[in-house]
């Protein structure tokens, strides 16, 4: 397809998105009066279309707008969702708790359970709360500098780990280069930060062999920059390269908790130093979550002691993480729900069967209209590559991609009901998802698939 023909048909997209959004678009109209960019958050207007859908109300798997049109939602607020918009068992536990009181700086009786839990579901034994992902990873990053005397932290090229100064980095021609539209923000990044390539065993040596890296901070699939599995190998070649060095690793899972109840480290049995995990455990309540190996808490204690404080004197030592709601009496009451009710393996196993089905689909559409893209999954997660074979890293997606044609793919699937994640293509299944959801994407991504190969529609699984 050219890219005048592409064009234009973005553009008749774009006017009936206008067409059939009119109170959406007042509202974001209005809303460049008292935000910065429009809306509460920037991110929401990366959604294809000119403008996003302001939403009235959403409930498992369906969004209602303002002007009344509903949505098939695998966006799930891009993992925020994953219990399912509404979740009963999380909205009734919120709602007691509220009742009771939300933040106390108090510990409740639900922390037990969830403690026990998350050392059950996750493999480490020591936890804390913060409220978010990125604040949960700047915790990790500080308990390794304190720990290793070390500063520099690793990441590879691609990564998303929340607003974390560090990680803000990619590779352009070999070297270590701020990622697009980040302002340094007075840190020297040439000081406490690497970055090397996912899946490319000599480059991580190489950057490690120095002995001057605290931490390797990374997914154990890449998923912000389309979807990289790690190699045959690989994660464990990065266990043995971080011991070998002296530094720690963390897996942060807040993403690949798709890949079940436990995440990588749980399904595969990994064996991380910290691990992170964020958004969808709280159900929608901010929670980010911090989990230590007994070895390296036994090492923080030397530095910063455990032990009750006396009577006499009850000093102040925040650590430098922490925070005011953090581990609050809502929190922990969400997490407990969601990990209990809602998150289950029982849901993994139907959301996981669901996404099979997804990515199944996506495929057979893709070989029956000739459309040599490439789907990835990751348990309930699945990934849309605009490029024919699996990426290794960072820069072969880079190669692949194709901002405008995305945006026609977003926005095509957003007119006829879809919602998918507007960063990149990534879909997700929750406990609520169902056979008829996965049913109506297919069936509109066979259209979109037909109407760009140019073929005619042909039936999902009939190749
Ligand atoms: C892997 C990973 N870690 C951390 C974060 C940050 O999460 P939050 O924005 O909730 O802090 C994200 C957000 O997308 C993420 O994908």
């Not at 062999?209 to 990065?238: H, K, Q, S, W």
């Not at 991380?272 to 923080?300: E, H």
């Amino acid at each position: 397809m050219s890219a005048g023909v592409l064009r234009q048909w973005l553009a008749r997209e774009q006017a009936s998105f206008a067409q059939h959004h009119p109170t959406s678009r007042a509202r974001f109209q209005s809303g460049q009066e008292h935000y910065l960019y429009g809306v509460p958050l920037h991110w929401m207007r990366r959604w294809a279309g000119g403008f996003p859908l302001y939403a009235a109300s959403a409930s498992g798997t369906t969004v209602r707008c303002v002007d009344g049109l509903e949505y098939v939602d695998f966006c799930l607020g891009d993992t925020g969702g994953m219990c399912g918009h509404a979740a009963p068992a999380v909205t009734a536990a919120v709602a007691a708790q509220l009742e009771r009181g939300a933040t106390l700086m108090l510990p409740t009786e639900d922390a037990e359970w969830v403690g026990a839990e998350l050392a059950r579901r996750f493999r480490l034994p020591y936890w804390g709360f913060t409220t978010s992902a990125s604040d949960a990873n700047r915790a990790a990053i500080r308990i390794a500098r304190m720990v290793t005397g070390r500063d520099v932290v690793l990441v590879f090229n691609g990564c998303y780990h929340g607003s974390v100064e560090e990680a803000h980095v990619g590779l352009a021609a070999g070297r270590m280069v701020m990622r697009s539209g980040v302002h340094p923000n007075a840190v020297d990044h040439g000081r406490v930060s690497r970055v090397v390539e996912f899946n490319d065993p000599a480059a991580l040596a190489a950057a490690l062999g120095t002995r001057d890296v605290a931490l390797v901070l990374a997914e154990p699939c890449m998923t912000n920059y389309g979807m990289i599995e790690a190699a045959p190998g690989f994660l464990a070649t990065l266990r043995a390269l971080t011991r070998d060095s002296g530094t720690l690793l963390l897996f942060d899972e807040t993403h690949t908790l798709s890949a079940g109840p436990g995440g990588y480290t749980g399904r595969d049995g990994l064996d991380p130093d910290l691990f992170v995990v964020g958004k969808a455990v709280g159900g929608g309540i901010p929670v980010g979550l911090y989990g230590l190996s007994a070895q390296l808490a036994g090492r923080l204690w030397q530095q910063a002691p455990r032990g009750a404080h006396s009577l006499q004197v009850r000093q102040s030592s925040h650590l430098g993480f922490g925070g005011t709601l953090a581990g609050s009496a809502l929190q922990v009451a969400a997490v407990r729900a969601v990990l209990a009710e809602v998150l289950t393996e029982a849901s993994f196993a139907r959301m996981i069967a669901l996404a099979d089905e997804l990515a199944v689909g996506a495929r057979t559409i893709l070989r029956a209209r000739r459309i040599p893209w490439f789907i990835a999954q990751s348990g309930a997660r699945v990934e849309t590559l605009l490029a024919p074979s699996p990426p290794r890293n960072a820069s072969d997606v880079a190669r692949g991609r194709d901002a405008e044609l995305e945006t026609l793919f977003h926005l095509y699937m957003l007119n006829r009901g879809i919602l998918i994640t507007p960063f990149h293509s990534m879909l997700l299944t929750c406990p609520a998802t169902s056979a008829a959801d996965v049913e109506r994407y297919l069936e509109v991504f066979d259209a979109f698939c037909g109407e760009l190969s140019g073929s005619g529609a042909v039936t999902p699984g009939a190749a």
